[in-house]
C-alpha cells in the first residue's frame, strides 16, 4: 500500500511538474511576442519643462527641440541612415524599395517642395502627406511600419518665380533670368518689383505647407536654397552657381545658345545669396510663426554662410565616384572648421560611405541622404536601385552596422 502511494505522489509530482514547465513556456512565449510588438524602451525621457534649447529659434516647438537634442547627442557616435523621396512621379516608393533590399527602414525621409509652386506640373504633391506619415511611424499607404516616429527632412527646387502661369519654371541659373531682386549697391531689396512679390508668394505658398507640418506637430530638418555657391569660388573664377538662388542679381540672354549668363563675381552672389537666407529665416519665423524647422544651411561656400544664429545644421553634397566609400574626411573637416557649434550632414550623397570608414576616418556625418533614383526599377545608374553605385551587399552592410542609426532604433522623439 505505501509502495502504491508512493508511486501516484511521484506521477503527480510530474505531471504537476510539467504542466508548470507548459505554462511558464507559455506565457514566456506570449511575453516574447508581446515585446516584439512594443515600442523600445525609452532610455532617455525628458519632461518638457526640461528641454533645454539649442536652436537658432529662441520660440521652436518642443518636437523640434526634441529632435535637434537627439541629432547633437548622436553627433559623433553614431550615423541616422537617410534617403531621398521621388518628387515628380509618386509611384517611386523610395521608402519601400530601402526596406526591400535591407529588411530596415531609414531613420530620416527627405521630401522636395519642387512642384508645390509650379501651376503645370502635374505631380499629385503628395510630399506633405507623405512626411506626416513617416513622422507617425506609417507608410505611403497609412500601414503602421513602426512604434518610432520618423525623421522628415525637406528641401526646394524653387522654380523660377516668375514663371508664364500654366508653365513649368526652370531653377537652373543657365534656364531661366530670375535674379534675386536684391540691390547690393544700397543693401535693400526691390520691394516694388513684380520679381520680388513674386518671390514672395511663392514663399507664402512654401509657409502654408510647412505650417501643416507644424499642426501635426512634425520637426522638419529644412534644407532651403541648397547647394547655393555651386562650383563658384572653386575654379579661379571659372566656376559659377548651378540655381539662380546663388546667380547674383543680374543676367543677360544669348540668343545663339539660349542660356542665361551667369555670374562669377563671388562676392555678390554671396551677398545676395545671404540677403535672401535671412529674410526666408526671419519671414518664416516671425511673420508666418513657423517654429518646427531645424534650419540646415548647405551653401557650399564660407562667403555664402549667413551666421550662427540663422543656421542649426551645415550639409555638404557629395556625389563620389563609383564604389567609392570613403569617410570624405577632407569635406568634412572644411565644414566642421565653418562654424564648430553646428553638426555636419551629408545632407546628398550617391555612394554612400562605409560608416566605419567615416569612423576611422574621423567624419562622422550627423546623417546621409541618399539621392533619389532616376530610372524605375533596378537600373545600373540609379543612386539606390542600381549595383554600379552601391550594390546590394553594401547597402546591407550599411543599413544593418552598430553605428548606423535606422528607424527601429530610434527613441521616442516626442519624449527625448
Not at 574626411?329 to 572648421?337: E, G, N, P, T, V
Request: glycine share 6%; proline share 3%; aromatic share 14%.
Amino acid at each position: 500500500m505505501k509502495k502504491t502511494t508512493k508511486i501516484i505522489s511521484i506521477t503527480f509530482l510530474l505531471t504537476l511538474t510539467l504542466s508548470l514547465l507548459t505554462a511558464c513556456a507559455s506565457n514566456s512565449s506570449t511575453t516574447k511576442k508581446a515585446a516584439s510588438q512594443a515600442p523600445q524602451t525609452q532610455t532617455h525621457i525628458t519632461a518638457e519643462k526640461d528641454v533645454v534649447s539649442r536652436l537658432s529659434d529662441p520660440d521652436a516647438t518642443i518636437n523640434a527641440k526634441r529632435l535637434y537634442n537627439y541629432i547633437r547627442d548622436m553627433y559623433g557616435k553614431k550615423v541616422i541612415t537617410g534617403q531621398m523621396e521621388n518628387a515628380w512621379d509618386d509611384s517611386y516608393n523610395q521608402l519601400q524599395q530601402v526596406y526591400d533590399k535591407t529588411e530596415k527602414y531609414p531613420a530620416l525621409m527627405g521630401f522636395d517642395f519642387m512642384n508645390y509652386s509650379s501651376l503645370a506640373w502635374s505631380a499629385r504633391n503628395l510630399q506633405i502627406n507623405r512626411a506626416i506619415n513617416f513622422w507617425n511611424g506609417m507608410d505611403w499607404e497609412g500601414n503602421t511600419i513602426s512604434q518610432n516616429h520618423g525623421i522628415v527632412a525637406f528641401c526646394w527646387h524653387w522654380r523660377d518665380p516668375m514663371a508664364e502661369r500654366g508653365k513649368t519654371g526652370e531653377f537652373y541659373a543657365k534656364k531661366t533670368g530670375f535674379r534675386i531682386p536684391y540691390d547690393t549697391d544700397n543693401d535693400c531689396w526691390k520691394t516694388e518689383t513684380q520679381e520680388y512679390k513674386e518671390m514672395m508668394a511663392d514663399l507664402d505658398t512654401i509657409a502654408a505647407e510647412l505650417l501643416k507640418l507644424q499642426y501635426a506637430e512634425v520637426p522638419v530638418l529644412w534644407r532651403p536654397l541648397h547647394e547655393g555657391a555651386g562650383a563658384l569660388g572653386l575654379y579661379l573664377n571659372v566656376g559659377t552657381a548651378w540655381f539662380w538662388w546663388g546667380a547674383g542679381n543680374s543676367t543677360t540672354y544669348n540668343k545663339l545658345t539660349g542660356e542665361y549668363s551667369v555670374s562669377n563675381d563671388e562676392d555678390t552672389c554671396a551677398e545676395c545669396y545671404v540677403a535672401l537666407w535671412k529674410l526666408i529665416y526671419d519671414y518664416f519665423t516671425k511673420e508666418k510663426g513657423l517654429h518646427n524647422l531645424i534650419w540646415v544651411w548647405n551653401g557650399q561656400n564660407k562667403k555664402f554662410y549667413p551666421g550662427s544664429e540663422y543656421v542649426d545644421m551645415i550639409g555638404d553634397d557629395i556625389y563620389a565616384n563609383n564604389k567609392d566609400y570613403s569617410g570624405q574626411a577632407s569635406a568634412f573637416s572644411k565644414f566642421q572648421l565653418m562654424d564648430i557649434l553646428k553638426p555636419v550632414a551629408l545632407s546628398e550623397c550617391g555612394v554612400i560611405p562605409s560608416l566605419e570608414r567615416m569612423q576611422s576616418d574621423g567624419a562622422m556625418w550627423s546623417f546621409f541622404m541618399v539621392w533619389n533614383d532616376g530610372n524605375k526599377g533596378e537600373n545600373n545608374e540609379n543612386f539606390w536601385n542600381g549595383q554600379a553605385k552601391n550594390p546590394d551587399a553594401h547597402k546591407i552592410e550599411v543599413y544593418t552596422s552598430d553605428l548606423a542609426i535606422t528607424l527601429d532604433k530610434l527613441p521616442d522623439l516626442t519624449r527625448y
